[in-house]
């Protein structure tokens, strides 16, 4: 219940296309969906990330769009860039009384081809 | 304004020996968490620490221990090291409270392999 499924696993987008990453989880407690770019060598930084009260979320060329009774959410990144060539992770969390933890999917690598 | 930063950048250990990982949060941060990053993985959160206390732990043995200092830094201990320890150890800062605690600032990491 406490898994983050991501898919797909690689993906390879022509410059100025359209990059589509799926993630879906189970357990419905989790109430924060963030995603993560994260670049060879260097931690994952927070890209942009979604509540459950909200379908869609845009911020400049990155979407999150959010099924809440499918239990799926998706990053859109319009007009791809070769500097977005990078691996990107999907992740959700919960508040509890004790703050939040993340559970973060298996990632996505992705190259944007000039 | 500093990021969160960890030493050492890369690590390497053999089979049975004990390591120590610190990291110092962002500047104003006062809650520190450790990730474990397998290779093609996405980070498996180790534990949380919060007011010098650890506050929440995944599902990781008791081989994995922490510190926080007054100061909010942390330290992460592993012992008995495994070949299957050999990983980037990621640290992870926020700030106590709602809306502010969700944001995760995280370091470089260490890469530590086990021989």
């Known amino acids: 219940q406490q898994q983050v499924k991501q898919s797909p696993q690689s993906l390879i987008v022509q410059k100025g296309g359209i990059s589509i990453i799926n993630c879906a989880y189970e357990n419905t407690a989790f109430d924060y969906f963030p995603w993560y770019q994260q670049f060879p060598g260097k931690g994952p930084a927070l890209l942009i990330a979604i509540r459950p009260d909200v379908s869609e979320k845009k911020e400049g060329r990155f979407t999150i769009s959010f099924n809440k009774s499918a239990k799926q959410f998706s990053l859109h990144i319009m007009d791809s860039q070769p500097g977005d060539s990078a691996t990107y992770f999907c992740a959700a969390s919960m508040l509890s009384p004790l703050g939040q933890n993340f559970v973060f999917g298996p990632g996505t690598r992705l190259s944007v081809l000039p | 304004d500093a990021g969160v930063t960890q030493s050492p950048t890369h690590l390497i250990k053999t089979r049975g020996q004990q390591v120590t990982l610190r990291c110092s949060p962002k500047s104003g941060h006062d809650t520190v968490s450790w990730y474990q990053q397998a290779l093609g993985q996405g980070p498996q959160f180790i534990f949380q620490?919060?007011?010098?206390?650890?506050?929440q732990r995944g599902n990781f043995p008791d081989r994995f221990s922490g510190h926080q200092f007054p100061n909010y830094s942390s330290e992460l201990n592993v012992n008995a090291l495994l070949l299957g320890d050999s990983a980037l150890y990621l640290c992870a800062s926020t700030l106590a409270g709602r809306g502010s605690n969700e944001k995760l600032f995280f370091g470089s990491g260490t890469q530590l392999s086990v021989l």
């Open positions: 620490y919060y007011e010098e206390e650890e506050r």
